[in-house]
C-alpha cells in the first residue's frame, strides 16, 4: 500500500446522501488519481490531479467531485447524482517517469443501504 | 468494443502449473504495458512493466508483447498458491501510469 491511507475501509450510503472517501499520502507525489472498479471489472479513471490546486476529470466523473488543497489529500465526493455509487474505490499516487512510481492505497467499499 | 480486452477466466490450475495470461488491445498509441496483481479486497500491485515490444522476465514471471499483433502475455512459471489473485492489465501512452487503460482481470486460482 505504499504510504497511501484511504478511509473508511467500508462506506454505507442512503439515498439522496453525499459522502466523502478519504485519501492520505506521504510520498510526496505530486499526482493523485480515483478509480472506481465494479465486480469483474477492470479500473476506470475517476478524477485526478497533477498538481496541488488543480484537477482534471477523468473517464466517468458524473456524479462525483475532488478537491485538491494539499499535496497530500485529494478527497473524493460521491454526490447524490451518482445513481449506482455501489463499487470498490481506489485512490493511487504516481511520481513521474516510470510506471513504477505509481501506487495504490487498500481501497474503500462503498454500499448503498 | 473496449480497448484492452483481457482473457476473462476465471483459471484453476495445480501448483507447480505454467500459466499463461492474455490481452488484446486496439490502440496502437499504446506504448507501456503494465501487469497488476490484486489480492482479494486490496490495491492493485504493479508486477512488471515493459516498453515496447519485447520480453522481460522478473523470477518466475514473464511479460511479452507484440506490438504486431496488438497482444500481451503475462507468463508464471512454477506457479504457487501464494498466486491466486486477480491479474490486470493496463496500457498507457506514455510514462503517465495514472491514466492507463485497464483490463477487466483474470481471477487465478492455484491448487496446492
Known amino acids: 500500500d505504499g504510504g497511501i491511507t484511504q478511509s473508511p475501509k467500508y462506506l454505507f450510503r442512503k439515498e439522496g446522501q453525499n459522502v466523502t472517501l478519504s485519501c492520505e499520502q506521504n510520498?510526496?507525489?505530486?499526482?493523485m488519481y480515483w478509480y472506481r472498479q465494479d465486480p469483474g471489472q477492470g479500473l476506470r479513471l475517476i478524477y485526478y490531479?497533477?498538481?496541488?490546486?488543480?484537477?482534471q476529470k477523468g473517464d466517468i466523473a458524473e456524479g462525483y467531485s475532488v478537491s485538491r488543497e494539499k499535496k497530500e489529500s485529494f478527497p473524493l465526493t460521491v454526490t447524490s447524482a451518482q445513481k449506482n455509487p455501489t463499487a470498490f474505490y481506489l485512490c493511487?499516487?504516481?511520481?513521474?517517469?516510470?510506471?513504477?512510481?505509481?501506487?495504490f492505497g487498500p481501497g474503500t467499499r462503498l454500499l448503498v443501504l | 468494443q473496449k480497448e484492452v480486452e483481457q482473457d476473462p477466466g476465471p483459471l484453476s490450475v495445480p501448483e507447480g502449473a505454467i500459466v499463461s495470461l492474455n490481452c488484446t488491445y486496439s490502440?496502437?498509441?499504446?506504448?507501456?504495458f503494465m501487469w497488476y496483481r490484486q489480492y482479494s479486497r486490496k490495491g492493485p500491485e504493479l508486477l512488471m512493466y515493459?516498453?515496447?515490444?519485447g520480453n522481460k522476465e522478473d523470477g518466475r514471471f514473464t511479460a511479452q508483447v507484440d506490438k504486431s499483433s496488438k497482444y500481451i502475455s503475462l507468463f508464471i512459471r512454477d506457479s504457487q498458491p501464494s498466486d491466486s489473485a486477480t491479474y490486470l492489465c493496463?496500457?498507457?501512452?506514455?510514462?503517465?501510469?495514472?491514466?492507463?487503460?485497464f483490463g477487466d482481470g483474470t481471477t487465478l486460482t492455484v491448487k496446492p
Open positions: 493511487a499516487t504516481h511520481r513521474g517517469g516510470s510506471p513504477e512510481t505509481q501506487y
Open positions: 510520498l510526496n507525489h505530486d499526482a
Open positions: 490531479s497533477q498538481i496541488v490546486n488543480d484537477f
Open positions: 490502440n496502437s498509441a499504446f506504448q507501456y
Open positions: 515493459t516498453y515496447s515490444s
Open positions: 493496463a496500457m498507457t501512452i506514455n510514462t503517465n501510469a495514472g491514466k492507463s487503460t
